[in-house]
């Protein structure tokens, strides 16, 4: 949901598919071997049974379409290839279609193990397996939705509960917390951290602590938000979330916790 990348975003070819090369197949090969086990490890278990009935592909980079039939038949969603970073009213109005944008490039090898923008690793492995769980997709659907008739600023506050909902979020599981954000489960690095270190705040999910709270792109996350469930999201989907913003607004932004730690 921004303006500049530094990758340039792969074309599908007439029929609709994307040619990637032997080397960007290795690479998706290597991502998804290695996460393997922190997934197994630190996934919530929904997540990790979306992940087996999507059957996403370890030995190559899948077609968008591909997944898409999958998620048609589950909760009626498909995948849609996008440049990396698109703005904010493009990825609002394709939400609320059920159209989840996937960046359609792959990390180069000096970029393996962080990546500040999302591509295409990160999208069907962190994003398109709960996209079949029905509560989940209907939040997301719900999200897209209300930014669609949020204001620019508004927007800028949405954009926080998405961070840490649909990609940072963590969920109480009867094996402990776990971990369900894309940006979590698709990162090597984040996924054993946000469940093992003692140093972060884990704090109990509430929509307009999480609107008041400031993020950043390009380090581990201080704070996490931790669901009791799915249906929490599924019902604040069926909430306005517009007069939330509002609420929060009068509250005004929390002092960052990155710089809390940081200090």
Request: with cysteine; aromatic share 12%.
């Amino acid at each position: 949901m921004a303006s500049q990348s530094n990758y340039i975003a792969r074309k599908a070819n007439t029929d609709g598919s994307i040619h990637y090369t032997d080397e960007e197949h290795a690479r998706w090969q290597l991502l998804r071997s290695r996460q393997q086990k922190h997934l197994e490890s630190y996934a919530a278990p929904v997540y990790l049974r979306t992940l087996d009935q999507l059957e996403i592909p370890e030995d190559h980079i899948p077609q968008c379409s591909e997944v898409s039939e999958r998620l048609l038949d589950a909760t009626g969603w498909q995948i849609v290839p996008v440049p990396a970073l698109i703005d904010f009213q493009t990825f609002f109005d394709l939400l609320a279609r059920k159209r989840f944008p996937a960046a359609s490039f792959i990390r180069s090898e000096e970029d393996m193990d962080y990546l500040p923008e999302p591509d295409i690793f990160h999208e069907i492995l962190g994003h398109t397996p709960l996209l079949t769980d029905p509560d989940y997709a209907s939040f997301v659907e719900a999200y897209g939705k209300a930014g669609c008739r949020a204001s620019h600023e508004e927007r800028v506050w949405l954009a926080r509960l998405f961070w840490f909902t649909v990609e940072f979020g963590l969920l109480h599981t009867d094996d402990g917390i776990k971990a369900f954000g894309a940006g979590i489960v698709s990162s090597r690095t984040e996924l054993p951290y946000s469940i093992e270190d003692q140093t972060v705040e884990r704090q109990p999910f509430d929509e307009i602590e999480i609107l008041r709270t400031p993020y950043r792109i390009d380090q581990l996350q201080p704070v996490y938000f931790v669901l009791d469930s799915f249906e929490q999201l599924l019902q604040l989907g069926q909430k306005d979330l517009i007069p939330m913003i509002s609420e929060a607004r009068l509250m005004e932004l929390k002092s960052p916790a990155f710089e809390r730690k940081a200090s």
